[in-house]
């Protein structure tokens, strides 16, 4: 049963430590998605990968956020330093094929930094 | 740019009755339109898809959806809810490479 896997699902930081999300998309898909849910933003689109190639991580504060592709197996997501406000649920997505499939959600990574 | 507008932000509804949830969307060409279902603690799971061709769209769990470009929605429709149906419904819009979602709406279903 192929599924997107990400890891931690929960994870409880102090401010100003590092935090990194990691995801296994379904094996052979090429596209990544990282979004992040809150209850006042909603799903938010913060990073999205091609063949490992970021395409866009426009919705991802720059300072610091970064969202890398080591290979095709594993995408992360990096919080450094982490803060009270960056506390959501992370969902990675994949999906094969860029414009018309649709994404296949993992089941988050609920991140809370105190 | 594309969006997604979903009017309901909570929906109640008695088991067994009828259930149309709302998306309108904004997009420039061909859009293509998808909801999702995400019941607590879990991830979104794909409930139904569209691309082109028929604008009356068949998904998983009896749920239909119907595309009306002349109105720019894509209304999700069962004709009889269950106690399982109880979850957070989102309706997105793909295209540019991205998927975008709507807020979503929270539907509660009573017995």
């Known amino acids: 049963d192929a599924r997107v896997t990400q890891t931690p699902r929960h994870k409880v930081t102090e401010m100003g430590q590092e935090v990194t999300m990691r995801c296994q998309p379904i094996?052979?898909?090429?596209?990544v998605f990282w979004y992040r849910q809150t209850m006042m933003q909603g799903l938010e689109l913060l990073a999205y990968?091609?063949?490992?190639?970021?395409?866009?991580d426009s919705g991802m504060p720059k300072d610091r956020f970064s969202a890398e592709m080591p290979d095709a197996t594993l995408a992360t997501l990096k919080i450094q330093p982490s803060e009270p406000r960056d506390s959501a649920v992370y969902f990675c997505?994949?999906?094969?094929?860029?414009?018309?499939?649709?994404?296949?959600f993992g089941q988050g990574t609920r991140l809370t930094v105190v | 740019a594309q969006s997604v507008t979903q009017p309901d932000i909570h929906i109640t509804v008695s088991e067994g009755a009828s259930l149309e949830l709302r998306c309108n969307y904004s997009?420039?060409?061909?859009?293509?339109l998808f909801w999702y279902v995400q019941s607590p603690g879990q991830g979104l799971q794909l409930l139904l898809k569209?691309?082109?061709?028929?604008?009356l769209v068949q998904g998983i769990k009896g749920f239909e959806a119907e595309f009306k470009r002349s109105q720019s929605s894509f209304n999700l429709r069962k004709p009889s809810v269950h106690w399982s149906d109880a979850a957070e419904y989102f309706c997105?819009?793909?295209?540019?490479?991205?998927?975008?979602f709507g807020a979503g709406t929270t539907v509660t279903v009573r017995a």
């Open positions: 997505a994949s999906g094969s094929r860029l414009q018309n499939t649709e994404a296949f």
């Open positions: 997009y420039g060409a061909t859009p293509y």
């Open positions: 990968f091609r063949n490992r190639a970021p395409l866009d």
């Open positions: 094996l052979g898909h090429n596209t």
């Open positions: 997105a819009v793909g295209g540019n490479y991205k998927l975008s």
């Open positions: 569209y691309f082109s061709g028929d604008t």
